[in-house]
């Protein structure tokens, strides 16, 4: 059976004042969580038959369109950053 804990709960601004203070608040972390990439949305525009083309890939790869558009675009910065490093 687990033991009962003694500590306190403590909230976030509690935490960050005594991280601030210069204390190691460590114990409150336990490491399992994941880094949540903040997200900006933005619109964006296409002609139809592009976004046909874009439906018809993402069927064929099983994957949303979104999906599909982020990937490409990663691409397309990846050999954009490899060009220019060759460039330069």
Known sequence: MKKAS????LSADE???LADKGND???????????????????IAFTISMIKEIDSIANEL??????????YLRQALDQH??????RH
Request: glycine share 2%.
């Open 62 to 71: 099983n994957i949303s369109r979104q999906a599909l558009i982020k990937t």
């Open 6 to 9: 003694n500590k306190k709960k």
């Open 81 to 86: 950053y490899t060009a220019y490093a060759l």
């Open 15 to 17: 935490i960050a004042e």
């Open 25 to 43: 608040i460590s114990v409150f972390f336990t490491n399992k969580g994941k880094i949540k990439v903040p997200i900006q949305k933005v619109n």
